[in-house]
């Protein structure tokens, strides 16, 4: 039996290290001007090291279970909406200081245990102890390792910690991925480029290419916080001990202060204090020792059962009555089992509390591994059958989802995408969607169940309805493609560029109004369907009346200019309104659309991007939009700018003025651009050859409006964004063509004589 006891304690222990390891209530994301801080207080803020705190782009009442943060990003996980056993993490990269964030969701699928972040990249371990990756393009999704307990991630390497104690690294990091210590250790750590381990025997190893061999010689450390050539250990006591490169030390007021965990980043350490659960921070050169970050902060992940009891007063921080729970001590095998001979001993009654305690513990570790086989089990079959998984490894900054290769995924990430049934809760950043969510019932109701009878086109996000409410409101209803058995259509770059277009349309129109831009009505997301609702514009696309319909009105030069003028509008609200601006991205006749009273209104945002920030000049991304409308200099060299837009519109006024469509056919049948065919006259002061022969030629006080508005298209359409101009001067430019055009004709005074 004496044998048998210890194996028994390390096998608690290491049931216990499954525990400690968890999500992290707080993190630090170290840029090139800035340090940025985040904790859940419960709910998620964050904090510059200089104290500056800014307005957290979420949804207050938006429940995260763990944070990470990197250079220039920060992640959040939090459970799905659609099911308790599976999580979300959605990722906002920052500019400015924190002042300008962009949104996007990385993962939904199997619930992750843990998630660690290095300075670019992110990793976790779900509940089948799978290694998973995002942010990564280069990380080989085949590197078979599913058993790790914990893992550790470093700039370009990721550890993993199996639960026999082995080490695995992988990545491109020499001395870190391939040197791995042997032996059986019970935590891991990465820094910037380089790793530590702690073995059961509680000695410290560490490895890679710029270890400082300063280690102190007293360790006894349960956690590890690594940085950039420098560290921390968290001891059992939980006092902290640092080592580095220049000497680097715990400041001399946190020596005897006791922590419950802490995390480091690059040159940035941070702690939750026990006493009273503040967030310290210390090592930044912008500080003379340590900071106060967070007076009081969330001091770990929220549970219901705590195997060794809670810590105080957290309660207030979970819900459902949960709380934070006490770290796992374990009991090192090498401590004497006997008691101390200076005690009295009743022999028969030790042995007889000995062996209640093995078969205690063997059965509470029997039971605890059954029913996490039993857990796991049908957790892979719910996946399996459901195709829950989605993974989406494209970098933050690669905004068109067009980046993302499934070549080399695995079939699971090819699951249909379900995005979560509370969309409007998940546009908290920055956005507020006042959108009205509707019952399924209701739009198969309206839409006779989107029958082709009440088809009225197509869009980038999918098919258009018309439909009739109960309530007499008259609709457009924009619905995402869908096959034959109602499931999301497969193939994983045409499915997320669906739903790429659908929470653009979402977010944008929610918080745009402009009457020049059509209105968002409402929306409904389930598993398998994607639909918009929009305000009826009655009188069509600017596309269909320009080659298609011989409508009366129409043919007028005044209307033609006004409606090109409403357009300009609503373009203009996009590009000098808008905070921060937006680029439409798809600016066409077929998106502008006409109301009862020829007014036009700009509409399909599946495209559309927030403009560059003010001391950017462009966007660097892959060319997106339509063939003849779209910007060269953003084709040819994949520059994204506002005046991308503005030659877009430059094509439809070319289009409004010739009644021609922007790639057409010539008298010999080969396709032509109307920019090519049409621009040469303009320059040459011949506009008159190629107005639309449909409309009547311009009288003596129209022509001046319209070769105005036509030398505008001219340069709308030049060849630099540079010396194209602004929407603002477009605006200008055509409201006073309108008003040439409009003008009465002069009356000669012997005319008017003779009339009296």
């Not at 993490?89 to 990385?106: P, V």
């Not at 870190?176 to 820094?191: F, L, R």
């Not at 930044?284 to 195997?307: A, H, I, M, Y």
């Not at 964004?721 to 409009?742: D, H, I, N, W, Y």
Request: hydrophobic share 35%; proline share 5%.
């Amino acid at each position: 039996m004496g044998r048998f006891f210890p194996l028994l304690i390390a096998a608690s222990f290491l049931s216990f290290v499954s525990f400690s390891v968890s999500l992290s209530t707080f993190s630090i994301s170290e840029t090139s001007n800035f340090t940025l801080v985040c904790a859940l207080v419960p709910s998620l803020n964050c904090s510059t090291l200089s104290g500056t705190r800014f307005r957290t782009p979420f949804d207050p009442h938006v429940s995260f279970s763990g944070i990470v943060s990197g250079d220039g990003f920060l992640c959040g996980l939090r459970p799905s909406f659609s099911s308790p056993n599976a999580s979300v993490m959605h990722c906002w990269r920052f500019f400015n200081n924190g002042a300008t964030m962009e949104f996007k969701r990385i993962y939904n699928g199997p619930a992750l245990t843990q998630l660690e972040a290095g300075n670019s990249h992110i990793c976790g371990l779900n509940e089948t102890n799978a290694l998973e990756c995002w942010q990564w393009p280069e990380f080989n999704q085949t590197w078979e390792y599913r058993n790790f307990s914990s893992i550790a991630v470093g700039e370009g390497f990721v550890c993993g910690l199996s639960k026999e104690g082995k080490i695995s690294c992988h990545g491109d990091i020499d001395g870190v991925s391939g040197q791995e210590p042997k032996g059986n250790y019970s935590v891991i750590a990465a820094g910037f480029n380089h790793a530590c381990a702690i073995s059961r025997e509680n000695d410290l190893e560490c490895w890679g290419d710029t270890v400082v061999d300063d280690t102190p010689t007293t360790r006894n450390f349960n956690a590890l916080a690594l940085g950039l050539n420098r560290s921390c250990g968290l001891r059992t006591n939980g006092t902290v001990v640092c080592w580095g490169q220049n000497n680097f030390t715990l400041p001399q007021e946190l020596e005897r202060r006791s922590f419950i965990t802490i995390k480091a980043k690059r040159n940035v350490f941070c702690g939750v204090s026990t006493l009273n659960y503040s967030l310290v921070c210390w090592g930044d050169s912008r500080f003379n020792s340590s900071s106060l970050v967070f007076s009081e902060v969330q001091p770990g992940p929220c549970r219901n059962t705590c195997p060794c009891g809670t810590l105080p007063g957290t309660g207030s921080f979970c819900s459902n009555g949960g709380s934070v729970c006490k770290a796992c001590v374990p009991i090192s095998p090498s401590l004497p089992s006997a008691p101390s001979p200076t005690q009295p001993q009743n022999r028969s009654t030790d042995n007889n509390l000995n062996g209640r305690m093995v078969a205690f513990l063997v059965v509470g570790c029997v039971g605890s591994f059954s029913l996490l086989l039993v857990v796991g089990f049908f957790v892979f079959r719910y996946c399996k059958g459901r195709r829950c998984r989605i993974h989406d490894s494209d970098r933050l900054d690669e905004t068109n989802a067009s980046a993302y290769d499934v070549s080399n995924k695995p079939q699971a990430s090819l699951a249909p995408a379900v995005l979560e049934k509370r969309l409007s809760q998940l546009t908290s950043v920055g956005y507020t969607i006042c959108s009205e969510e509707f019952s399924l019932d209701n739009l198969i109701q309206a839409t006779n169940n989107f029958s082709e009878d009440h088809k009225i086109g197509v869009g980038s996000f999918g098919s258009v309805y018309r439909a009739t409410f109960d309530d007499g409101r008259e609709v457009a209803i924009k619905r995402a493609e869908v096959t034959s058995t109602s499931s999301y259509v497969i193939g994983t770059k045409h499915r997320e560029d669906k739903d790429e277009a659908f929470i653009n349309e979402l977010k944008y129109l929610s918080r745009l109004h402009h009457k020049n831009l059509v209105r968002l009505l409402g929306f409904y997301e389930d598993a398998n369907e994607r639909v918009l609702v929009y305000e009826y514009i009655n009188n069509g696309t600017l596309h269909d009346h320009l080659h298609k319909l011989q409508s009366l009105p129409f043919m007028s030069w005044a209307t033609r200019l006004n409606i090109a003028l409403d357009a300009a509008r609503g373009i203009e609200y996009l590009h000098e309104y808008a905070v921060p601006p937006v680029i439409h991205r798809d600016i066409k006749s077929s998106n502008i659309l006409l109301d009862a009273s020829w007014a036009a209104k700009v509409s399909d945002f599946g495209l559309s991007l927030l403009g560059p920030e003010d001391d950017e000049s462009h966007i660097s991304l892959r060319a997106a939009g339509t063939v003849g409308y779209m910007d060269p200099v953003y084709y040819r060299l994949q520059r994204l700018t506002t005046k991308s837009d503005v030659y877009s519109f430059g094509v439809v006024l070319l289009e409004l003025l010739s009644g021609y469509k922007a790639i057409h056919m010539n008298e010999n049948g080969s396709p032509r651009n109307v920019v090519d065919f049409v621009v040469p006259y303009i320059a040459r002061d011949e506009i008159h050859r190629v107005l639309d022969r449909r409309v009547p030629a311009p009288t003596m006080f129209e022509i001046e409006g319209v070769a105005s508005v036509g030398y505008l298209a001219a340069a709308c359409v030049g060849p630099e964004g540079r010396q194209r101009p602004s929407m603002f001067e477009v605006v200008k430019s055509l409201e006073q063509a309108l008003t040439s055009c409009l003008r009465p004709p002069t009356l000669s005074r012997t005319s008017t004589e003779s009339s009296t």
